[in-house]
């Protein structure tokens, strides 16, 4: 009985040494690696920082990182082994929505929290995932900016919609051709294209001959992006492309034939990553800019992607030092009551019932070709 009675007591204690599991599923390599590479950056060196402080009420953080190269099989492998055999307390990712829509499920049916920055908008449902976390716009936050700014900013009526052939890109090209036609636009041409395609004349080709004035984008994958702007000036044709954050990124610029390519380019963009008039992001990103300056690489990576895993760290350990609790239900109770959280990335707020963080207003278009330390200028048109 003395043995038993030491061992129910030992449980607690050793529970409250142990570290804080949090996986994390990036796709680090192949043509989708763009976002994971910036997330992974982000979420180490917040790591690296609660750790070198003394971790939480004295528990380092682990990360237990899984590299599912975009493909929705091996994130589901990867999922099931993080809950089963690593037992993390805590998800951040995947990074990839055509990931996130196949594993989202496995993790609901385990109630494990996951903060992601995956837009897929049906990633996001309290009734039926009331673990997962939207640390990011969801799609239709997106797509409201890019919309906007292509009707009433650039008052480009006929539009031509791409998207890649991924899980993300499917479901971003649907919703968004919907929604412009909700609001009164001729989509002239739709597509979704394989990330691997080598041209993509034939493609814009149809979009000018159906007479497009502006090409919405939906794409992560930046070899794809960068081929679009390339072919489009093989042909001559000068009209926006206005789309995804990664049609900014840092790799886009090593990939395009010529700076001009790059040219007429607007990305979905946020306030808190954007220069002001002075040439300063607003004082909270400035002052981490700053700190992490010479310790990760920002000028082949978006800003937003860092700073959004740097929050979703942040936010897993606030929440296991304020319920001293590693437990599931602990830590979701706890975000379900964050109201305003000052994070980099943005303000997050959660209820019960809104699994939807990220603020509206935050979300505007940026110059893509304008990127310095991973932020950039506000478009054209925006007071």
Known sequence: MGVAAAGRLAAPALAQNEPIRIGWLGSITGA??????????????????????????????DIVERDTQGDPAKAVNATQELIGRQEVHAMWGPGNSGEALATTPIMARQNLPDLHPCVVNALIDPDKYPNAFRLAPSNTQWDDAVRTYTLKILKRNEVAILGDATGYGVSAVKDSVASFKKDGANVVYEDVIDPNQSGLTPNLLRARDAGAKALVVWSVTTGLNSRLMNDRATIGWNVPIIGHPALGTGEVGKLVAAPANWSEVFCVGYRSCSYGPDGKLPPRMQDFVDRIKGKIELSDTVLWWVADAVDAVQLIAKAVAETGSTEHKAVIDWLNNVRAYPGLFGDYTFTPQQHNGYPTEEVVMSVANSQRDGAYRLAPGYT
């Open 32 to 61: 989708l690696a763009a976002p994971g590479i910036g997330f992974q950056r982000g979420m180490r060196w917040a790591v690296e920082q609660v750790n070198s402080q003394g971790g939480v009420k004295g528990r380092k953080i």
